[in-house]
């Protein structure tokens, strides 16, 4: 298996939920979408510009949620991208991935036999069961400067031993870390 990144948007108080807008994801009655947005900067979309390029993965829920935004969104730098890079969707429901270059996967367990690296976007129920199944090998945070008190966590019910190895903090104060699993 290649190389596993988790990217994530979190809180101070461990957030991922819907960082992105106001409607992307209400479920439990989360009302604070968008919460990311105002951290944005040239600082976070250089760092996370330096990586893109690889194959992604994806859980069913973002899978949707980007093929419904990105292939239609003109004069940004990520839309090539994205719209060019293989992509995997994780999925018992989906019967068939239609964004270009999408390959559908039915369990968590088929990435292990996936040679190329991967990036994870999002995907929190995703993102928790590779947790579960030490499949990770690295994970980007960007660690936002607000407080939420509600919604869904990124490590809710998942242990994790990590070590820092880079950090940097934008113009906006969001901390991006980058970890690797401490070894035991």
């Known amino acids: 298996m290649g190389k596993l990144v988790l990217v994530e948007h979190l809180t101070l108080d461990g957030v991922m939920q819907a960082p992105g807008r106001a409607d992307e994801d209400g479920r439990g009655g989360f009302v604070h979408g968008g919460w990311a947005v105002p951290g944005n900067d040239e600082v976070m979309a250089s760092v996370l510009g330096k990586d893109m390029g690889g194959a992604l993965l994806f859980g069913r829920r973002t899978y949707e949620d980007f093929y419904g935004y990105w292939p239609h969104q ?18 018992a429901t989906l019967r ?61 019910g998942v242990a994790a031993g990590l070590r820092l190895v880079e950090s940097v903090v934008t113009t906006t104060g ?6 690797r699993r401490r070894e035991a």
Do not use: C, Q
Not at 74 to 91: E, H
Not at 174 to 179: K, L, M, P, S
């Open 96 to 156: 068939e991935a239609p964004w270009e270059n999408s390959v559908l996967l039915k369990d968590a367990g088929d990435v292990e036999g996936i040679e190329e690296g991967l990036t994870v976007l999002g995907s929190g129920v995703l993102a928790r069961e590779l947790m579960r199944r030490g499949l990770v090998d690295e994970w980007l945070l960007m660690v936002h400067p607000v407080v939420l008190g509600t919604g869904r966590r990124l490590f809710d």
């Open 174 to 179: 969001v901390v991006i870390a980058t970890y």
């Open 74 to 91: 003109g004069g940004n730098p990520f839309t090539d991208v994205l719209n060019r890079a293989r992509k995997y969707v994780v999925s």
